[in-house]
C-alpha cells in the first residue's frame, strides 16, 4: 500500500486539509498527481494562499457546500480559477431527515449515501468532465461531503480500496487542533451542546465508517459504481472518469508518487 500515513496537508495558507489524491495505486495504474485535490473551505485564503492554490495549477474547484455556507464564506480564490457549486445539500449545511434524538457520524453518512446519490454522482461526474484540468474538490470541513465524492471518484476508477480508506481517515488529524477548537467553539457560541456524538460529527474521519459505507455500497448496489450508475453515471462517465484520474497504464512505475 502507499505509504498514506507518512502524506501532510500541503502548505496552503487558510487551510488545514489541502491535500494532493495522487499517487494513490489503482491495481497495476496509479492516480495521477496534480489531478485530484480535496480541501476543507477556501474561504480564509491569505493572498500567498490563494497564489500556492494557483500555483498547484488548479483552474477549477468544485464546492460541495450549501447555498447558506457559500453566501457566508465565500471562497477566496484568483479569478482564473472557475468554481462549480454543487452543494450536496440544499439551504442549510446539513442534511435533511436526521432526528433530534441521536444524530451520529454514522447516520449522517447513511442519509447523505440513501438521500442524496444525484447530488453525490453529479459531483463525480464534475471530477469525470475535468479532463487534464487539475480539480480541487472542498465542503467545509473536506471531511465528509468531500470524504464521500472523493471516496466514489477514486473507486469507480479501480483504486485500491485500503488507499481510499486510508485517505479519508488522515483528514480528523489534520483538522485536530487549531480548526477543530475554533470551529467547537463557535458552535458552542451559538448555544450547542457539545457532547461526544457532535463532536465526532465535526471532527472525525474514522476507517472504520468509511469501510461501512464502502460495504454498504457493495451489497446494496454491487459495487461503487454500481451506486454511481444508479443515479444516472453511464459507461462514458466512467470511462471519462478513468481516463482523467489514471496515469496511463505504459507510463506507471512501481514507484509511489
Not at 471530477?127 to 470524504?147: M, Q, Y
Amino acid at each position: 500500500m502507499t505509504d498514506i500515513l507518512s502524506r501532510r496537508p500541503l502548505p496552503v495558507e487558510g487551510t488545514y486539509n489541502l491535500r494532493d489524491v495522487g499517487g494513490y495505486r489503482a491495481g497495476t495504474r496509479t492516480v495521477r498527481t496534480g489531478k485530484l485535490f480535496r480541501s476543507d473551505a477556501l474561504h480564509a485564503l491569505t493572498p500567498g494562499g490563494r497564489q500556492s492554490v494557483a500555483d498547484l495549477g488548479i483552474r477549477r474547484v468544485v464546492d460541495l457546500r450549501s447555498d447558506d455556507e457559500v453566501a457566508t464564506s465565500p471562497s477566496l480564490l484568483h479569478e482564473e480559477v472557475a468554481i462549480v457549486h454543487a452543494p450536496i445539500f440544499t439551504g442549510a449545511a446539513q442534511p435533511v431527515g436526521l432526528g433530534e434524538a441521536e444524530v451520529t457520524l454514522a447516520g449522517v453518512y447513511d442519509v447523505i449515501v440513501d438521500r442524496h446519490g444525484p447530488q453525490l454522482t453529479a459531483a463525480v461526474r464534475l471530477i469525470a468532465e475535468s479532463g487534464d484540468d487539475a480539480v480541487l474538490v472542498h465542503c467545509t470541513a473536506g471531511k465528509d461531503r468531500t470524504g464521500l465524492v472523493v471516496a466514489l471518484a477514486l473507486l469507480a476508477a479501480g483504486v485500491d480500496r485500503e488507499e481510499v480508506v486510508a485517505d479519508y481517515a488522515l483528514t480528523s488529524a489534520n483538522l485536530a487542533g487549531p480548526w477543530a477548537d475554533a470551529m467547537l467553539a463557535r458552535m458552542r457560541e451559538g448555544g450547542a451542546e457539545i457532547g461526544p456524538d457532535l463532536e465526532e460529527i465535526v471532527t472525525a474521519s474514522p476507517a472504520e465508517l468509511m469501510e461501512a459505507v464502502i460495504a454498504r455500497w457493495d451489497a446494496e448496489w454491487g459495487s461503487p459504481s454500481g451506486y454511481l450508475r444508479a443515479h444516472g453515471f453511464t459507461d462514458a462517465d466512467l470511462a471519462a472518469l478513468t481516463a482523467a484520474l489514471l496515469r496511463p497504464a505504459d507510463t506507471d512505475t512501481d514507484t509511489d508518487n
